[in-house]
């Protein structure tokens, strides 16, 4: 049957630093339960596909620093379904070893390959249009991606413009776009053949091991050296060796932009990818001021349209702030303008420069 | 020798509410820090005295609920010379039990009382003043306060308007008149006849005495029934009993301001209250865009002329504020403008009708 070739892989290595400071590099965002309903964004992730797919099926690949992490909040996940990188690589490389790694194991593998720090708000929906991604990779040879239907101008996001439609509701690619502007942003709505790129990707493990080996020799030369060691003992040892040799660049770099090969579903499943402070404010509840307090306790005195994180039991008392971002996580304190939160990353950059690592 | 009769009563009951949430009822504004000298408020107020006034001869008035803090941060003062009030009752009880209390000790005590939580940068030119005070008042039948010379239309201190010169330096006093508005502030700097009210007095025991009785007798009735009892181990119990009777009345209002023989000792002693985080930053060093961030981590970004007290090794990033008071005090978080300050006990009341006394 089908199904039980069906594999999911979370990808749960990064470090979050548009989130700083409640994002740590030693507690990323994948891991904060940034709504206080109990459940972190990786717990949500893998909570979201364990009922289509069996639990030993579901892979995690994450830095080997947050192991322990992985291992605490994902308890249910058998131990060796973790896989470790040595180095931080971007997505490239990290699908291509869980690629390599599951063909090992089954090669009539299909693999979904999620991020763990998105929100999907639809969940319902969101699983059929996995089980419809999944029986088109079976029966195409294809690298299918899922563009979720723009409900605004976003500018934050990339964008795939469709093509041909070759079944209900999946289409070919015509083009792959960077970050628009807000004005054409808006043409992008308006036309109906832009979606998000969402990072959400389904294909047979032959299929992404075929289009690495032919788009990125870099990467794909590198695995292919470790032939007959993967789903073995040997593996971790040749990962440790080889891993770091891994050129740094995205999947969509290596080859979806590049491969001939590439569809896209067009789904409508509730997605942000809360990449910012700003979009987790719009996708988050808010009273009647416009303020976002989650389950703090807030006294805002004239203030609106805020996002406030601190941690349990703080109470915060704003007088006179608009449009804020308040973010205290114990040793850190940001308050920091919504609109100036690109900034962020630089602050990090600047308070790394003055004080290393002992605040990031 | 005059000196040997001399004493001081350092007030260190209040609760420093406009100071919250730094200063908190359990650890107010007068056992802080604030400087980041390694002397607290009170330790401050109790150094800049103990070269003119043996050490057991200065007395600490106090809640009873602050007695371990006045132990800790005053180790050297002797245990009896902590008076500890069971209740509040603003500045005229506390005063008169300290003048009767000392009177039993030595009939012929003169006394200065202070506040346990001003700020005074010219400490010879005080202790030249304060021995000047001892010798007026020891030479006159007076009730002698210290009018400070003022440096701006400060619109947030009481000012005492100076009549004829009764010895160089000390003026009979012509008005006691409240905080003005801005306009009247600059007339009073302009016309050089008005000194802030420091809260500042010296007295000899007996003359106190004899004010509250003439002035104040539902203070001094109180106190004149337990006579006998001042200096010896039935004055604890009498004052459980008795204390908590007395009216809840400023000495100004109690004293200062119906008594005849009231003079002002104009000095210039670079004296503040601190009362406010407005007046703490006017004090305080501040960096080249204004800000006083002490001896905090602070990284601010466009911002200017803020106020910020974090608790040690904590980082605050701050962009896009000015005028802001920023104060973080572990479980409670401020962020109020300057300009807004006079909210602050305001807040502190709606904090606790919300959420009792465990921010407060």
Redesign the interface.
């Known amino acids: 049957m089908a199904a039980n070739n069906r594999y999911c892989v979370i990808m749960g290595g990064g470090i979050g630093s548009r989130f700083w400071?409640y994002s740590r590099t030693d507690f990323p965002k994948q891991f904060i339960d940034f709504f206080g309903t109990g459940r972190s964004f990786i717990q949500m992730s893998f909570d979201r596909v364990q009922d289509i797919i069996p639990v030993d099926h579901i892979f995690v690949v994450t830095n080997a620093l947050y192991a322990p992490l992985v291992k605490k909040q994902l308890p249910m996940l058998p131990e060796e379904n973790i896989l470790l990188e040595p180095a931080r690589r971007n997505t490239a490389p990290c699908i291509a070893w869980a690629a390599y790694h599951i063909a090992a194991i089954n090669p009539e593998a299909s693999i979904m390959v999620a991020p763990s720090d998105h929100i999907i708000l639809r969940e319902t929906e969101f699983r059929k249009s996995v089980i419809k991604g999944f029986e088109f990779v079976e029966q195409h040879d294809a690298l299918l991606t899922m563009g979720v239907k723009p409900s605004r101008p976003e500018t934050g996001y990339g964008y795939i413009q469709i093509g041909k439609e070759q079944v209900p509701g999946i289409n070919e690619v015509k083009t792959f776009t960077e970050k628009p502007n807000l004005e054409l942003a808006k043409v992008f709505l308006d036309t109906g053949e832009f979606f998000w790129n969402s990072g959400i990707f389904l294909w047979k493990a032959s299929a992404i091991k075929n289009a690495l080996a032919e788009h990125c020799q870099d990467v794909a030369s590198i695995f292919d050296k470790g032939a007959g060691l993967f789903g073995t003992p040997g593996e971790l040892g040749f990962i440790a060796n080889e891993f770091q040799n891994c050129p740094n660049i995205s999947i969509d770099y290596a080859v979806m932009e590049k491969a001939s090969n590439v569809y896209v579903e067009c789904v409508d499943i509730g997605w942000s990818d809360v990449g910012t402070w700003g979009s987790l404010y719009e996708i988050s509840p808010k009273n009647k001021d416009g303020n976002v307090t989650q389950n703090n306790?807030a006294?805002m005195?004239n203030s609106k349209n805020n996002i406030v994180s601190?941690k349990e039991?703080?109470?915060?008392?704003?007088?006179?702030?608009n449009d804020y971002i308040?973010a205290?996580a114990?040793?850190?304190?940001?308050?920091?303008?919504k609109a100036?939160e690109q900034?962020i990353k630089l602050?990090v950059n600047?308070?790394k420069s003055?004080?290393g690592d002992k605040?990031i």
């Open positions: 400071p306790k006294c005195f601190m039991d703080k109470l915060v008392v704003a007088v006179g702030l308040i205290d114990d040793d850190v304190l940001l308050i920091c303008p100036d900034r602050i600047e308070v003055l004080y605040y």
